[in-house]
């Protein structure tokens, strides 16, 4: 018996499983953009983790290894944890201002009313507008003698002009406006798009049981845009925790540091300060910060599927 089942061991032929020439093909097309990502994402991380692990303060020099120095000097620094405090204040007052701003306008663009088709092209224009202009127009409207501040004294609501970047709290609250008027389009339309996605015959339905528009809302139109609301929180909380450009052309960190977020602080870490391997480990905990925020937001904001459901 055993010589027999070796025999046919030894016989049998291992196959593998065949490829499909459609798989191939798939292969073949997505090869190219992998590999494109390796070059311009997984090499600059690795980069960045071998340099936060050495002592190198200018582009270019060579440096020692220094092991994890660098990461717990950035962790013990004050200025790191108050960088981190601040980009959280200012994700979330973005989050805050950019979705109420876009559900609004979204809503109100949804409606039936003379020159709809031309309003829903020109709330896009704040956003395809370059961000130079956008910082040159804002210091303009908010400056002493901006309009802003002249409309406010002559309906009398204030005495004098206003500083709207000479303070810490008005300079972070003036930036989050800016940057949530420059952005609020973009989830304007997303959300307009999802809001047509709803058959308007549950809200006849629900007009004959008699619901009230409150009761609409909350138990239509926002189950219904769950999908889209979890995708734009996991987005925009990213892409608003990486804004660089609107701070510092508006105020350069400032007025002393109190628009400092982690971006804005690595930048001058490492290009202002000359401690690159320094910026490389803020940079690092940075990524492991945003990475279990989302792998967190995900598992517990993530809406049911279809297949959950069921």
């Known amino acids: 018996?055993?010589?027999?089942?070796?025999?046919?061991?030894?016989?049998?032929?291992?196959?593998?499983?065949?490829?499909?020439?459609?798989?191939?093909?798939?292969?073949?097309?997505?090869?190219?953009?992998?590999?494109?990502?390796?070059?311009?994402?997984?090499?600059?991380?690795?980069?960045?983790?071998?340099?936060?692990?050495?002592?190198?303060?200018?582009?270019?020099?060579?440096?020692?290894?220094?092991?994890?120095?660098?990461?717990?000097?950035?962790?013990?620094?004050?200025?790191?944890?108050?960088?981190?405090?601040?980009?959280?204040?200012?994700?979330?007052?973005?989050?805050?201002?950019?979705?109420?701003?876009?559900?609004?306008?979204?809503?109100?663009?949804?409606?039936?009313?003379?020159?709809?088709?031309?309003?829903?092209?020109?709330?896009?224009?704040?956003?395809?507008?370059?961000?130079?202009?956008?910082?040159?127009?804002?210091?303009?409207?908010?400056?002493?003698?901006?309009?802003?501040?002249?409309?406010?004294?002559?309906?009398?609501?204030?005495?004098?002009?206003?500083?709207?970047?000479?303070?810490?709290?008005?300079?972070?609250a003036s930036v989050i406006l800016i940057n949530a008027w420059r952005w609020f389009p973009f989830n304007a339309v997303i959300f307009l798009a999802a809001l047509q996605r709803i058959p308007q015959e549950l809200y006849e339905a629900a007009s004959v049981d008699g619901a009230t528009t409150l009761r609409k809302f909350f138990h239509i139109t926002l189950p219904s845009l769950q999908p889209v609301l979890f995708v734009m929180g996991l987005i925009g909380t990213l892409m608003s925790f990486n804004v660089f450009d609107v701070i510092y052309l508006l105020t350069g960190g400032g007025p002393s540091g109190a628009t400092t977020t982690l971006p804005v602080l690595i930048y001058e870490t490492a290009f202002k300060r000359y401690r690159l391997s320094q910026a490389a480990a803020m940079s690092v905990i940075t990524g492991v910060i945003l990475l279990t925020f989302a792998m967190l937001f995900i598992r517990f904001l993530s809406p049911p599927s279809d297949t959950d459901e069921e």
Do not use: C, H
Request: aromatic share 12%; proline share 3%.
């Open 1 to 172: 018996m055993q010589n027999t089942s070796r025999a046919n061991a030894v016989g049998r032929t291992v196959r593998f499983p065949r490829i499909s020439s459609s798989t191939l093909m798939g292969y073949a097309f997505v090869m190219p953009l992998m590999l494109w990502l390796a070059a311009t994402i997984l090499y600059p991380l690795i980069a960045s983790i071998s340099l936060s692990t050495q002592d190198i303060k200018f582009i270019g020099t060579t440096g020692e290894y220094v092991g994890l120095d660098n990461y717990s000097r950035v962790l013990e620094s004050p200025r790191f944890v108050e960088a981190l405090q601040r980009s959280a204040i200012w994700v979330v007052g973005n989050a805050i201002v950019q979705t109420i701003l876009a559900f609004a306008t979204a809503l109100t663009l949804k409606q039936r009313f003379t020159g709809n088709r031309v309003a829903r092209i020109w709330i896009i224009l704040s956003w395809i507008v370059p961000t130079v202009v956008v910082v040159i127009i804002w210091r303009w409207l908010l400056s002493a003698s901006g309009i802003v501040n002249y409309l406010l004294v002559n309906l009398g609501i204030i005495d004098e002009p206003i500083g709207f970047f000479s303070t810490g709290n008005r300079a972070l």
